[in-house]
């Protein structure tokens, strides 16, 4: 007989004992698609913050403000001073005058800000700036801060230093959770094919009387493993492509207000098709152990 | 066919079931293993089924050394010899069919020649009209008749049986015994343990005695 005939005839047992406990076996595969949809919602989670993240413009920036009476000249003086420090790596004029216009065009205060009989922005620079170490961006400051007609200086992007490592600090989270979750689902499989064994432990031994072999025995309830695990990596996609959709909706809505795309990211097809041939894989690992184990108790006194 | 030389078997805890026991049973023949309850019969004939080992000997089986097997090939061989079991071992929570036919699942056979060969099966022990019966429903003959069925329906060369005659009345053990004949006229090498004189009788074999585990004068 070739062996892809008898995992056909195994493939075929180990459907048929699924048929014969269809309510049992649908709540395990419930069980397990909710324990693997978990992580994945997770993962859908993270992705989507990264992609929202990844919108925002998080290269180092330093804005340096002057003082309101600063001239035309003390304007280009401050410029050329800032070129040539060794950190600047690219210095941006903001005239007030276009400070002003885009805070008209980008916030509420247009009504505000008309009623002022002059423009309380001052002139700016943002230089792009070639360091995040707290030490340089320190020393920048006080550097910039000693030039003529200088008023402020604010080194602006240390959040984004901290929602890269909020970003980093879940993905973390995200490894532990597949971690445990997926221990969780071969070890939920090895209990319930462990159980299935126990139901079938007298058609193995009289099939061991009859001749079948360890291999004869287990190999049923590796495809019953198996597929148990796949049926139910499918559904906690599908959970999860179902929660992304509905949570999706109300996430797009909110894009125009916060000036950047936000929506959920779901899996991509690579990664999904991962989940799911990780779960059959899991759930093909818990059968085996647990099989083994029951093998040796019942195993033929020869 | 079965050859055992010097073979002993101990259980765990001490018990020794068999003591030095040596026999030849030649391809074709018939041989009734005799004996009080607890001589070592069914220890014997589990040795020649290669359901058990010998703790020291040989056993012999179609030039195999059962001794020498590994797990895997031990069941294989398995598969070559009927066993039909004292206690039955027939599976209640389907059809007879479907009981005969473990066998032939277990050998992989497709399920129209499967099917075609425990109907076969079932005709010659008289309960093809109950083929589609629990074994629940059938009487203690009838269900030792579906063990026989069940350890013909592959076409071993070996056929053993446990006590096949006991607990049923002299008609049904009458017609056991016939059908072990039968089996043996058409070259079968039979063995067989019994305690019962009207069967042994019948069966006009040779006899191997136990008597605590050892070879009794013959």
């Known amino acids: 007989m070739t062996w892809a005939r008898l995992h056909l005839l195994a493939l075929a047992e180990a459907m048929r004992r699924f048929a014969a406990q269809p309510l049992a076996s649908g709540f395990s595969i419930v069980v397990l698609a909710i324990a693997i949809a978990l992580p994945v919602i997770a993962a859908m989670a993270l992705r989507s913050v990264g992609a929202a993240a990844a919108g925002i413009d998080t290269d180092p920036h330093v804005n340096v403000y002057l003082a309101l009476d600063a001239s035309d000249e003390d304007v280009k003086r401050v410029g050329e001073a800032l070129k040539a420090h060794p950190e600047a790596a690219q210095v941006r004029f903001i005239p007030r005058a276009q400070a002003l216009a885009e805070l008209k065009a980008t916030s509420h205060l247009a009504e505000i800000l008309a009623t002022l009989d002059r423009n309380p922005l001052p002139h700016a620079y943002t230089v792009r700036v070639r360091t995040t170490a707290a030490e340089r961006v320190g020393n920048l400051r006080t550097d910039w801060s000693k030039i003529p007609k200088v008023d402020q200086v604010l080194a602006d992007f240390e959040w984004a230093g901290r929602l890269g490592r909020w970003v980093r600090f879940g993905n973390r989270l995200l490894a532990a959770a597949w971690l445990l979750l997926g221990g969780a689902v071969a070890f939920i499989v090895g209990h319930l094919i462990r159980l299935q064994v126990l139901t079938h432990r007298q058609e193995i031994e009289v099939s061991q009387l009859m001749g079948a072999t360890a291999a004869d025995v287990r190999r049923p309830f590796l495809h019953h493993g198996a597929v148990q695990g796949f049926l139910a990596g499918g559904l906690a996609v599908a959970l999860a492509s179902g929660l992304a959709a509905w949570t999706g909706y109300e996430l797009r809505a909110l894009t125009p207000d916060y000036g950047m795309e936000l929506k959920v990211v779901f899996l991509p097809p690579m990664e999904t098709l991962t989940v799911v041939l990780g779960a059959a894989g899991l759930g093909l690992a818990g059968a085996w152990i647990a099989v083994a184990r029951e093998l040796k108790r019942f195993s033929v006194k020869a | ?218």
């Open chain 2, 1 to 218: 066919m079965i050859q055992f030389s010097s073979v002993a078997k101990r259980y765990p805890g001490g018990h020794e079931a068999l003591r030095d026991v040596s026999v030849d049973i030649a391809s074709g023949e018939m041989v009734a293993v005799t004996g009080h309850s607890g001589a070592g019969k069914s220890t014997l004939l589990k040795l020649a089924a290669g359901i058990e080992r010998a703790s020291s000997g040989m056993v012999v089986v179609n030039g195999q050394n059962l001794g020498a097997l590994g797990e895997t090939a031990l069941a294989i061989l398995r598969r070559r010899v009927g066993f039909v079991f004292q206690d039955h071992k027939l599976l209640y929570d389907r059809s007879c069919h479907d009981n005969v036919a473990l066998p032939l699942r277990i050998a992989g056979l497709g399920r129209e020649e499967a099917a075609r060969r425990v109907r076969a099966a079932l005709d010659k022990v008289g309960l093809l009209a109950r083929e589609r019966s629990n074994p629940v429903a059938l009487s203690g003959g009838e269900q030792q008749r579906l063990c026989i069925a069940r350890a013909i329906v592959n076409r071993p060369s070996i056929l053993i049986a446990d006590e096949p005659t006991g607990n049923l009345d002299a008609d049904y053990a009458r017609a056991i015994v016939d059908l072990f004949v039968s089996f043996n006229q058409v070259g079968v090498t039979v063995l067989l343990s019994t305690h019962d004189e009207a069967s042994l009788g019948r069966l006009g074999c040779r006899r191997v005695a136990l008597n605590g585990g050892k070879l009794a004068a013959p």
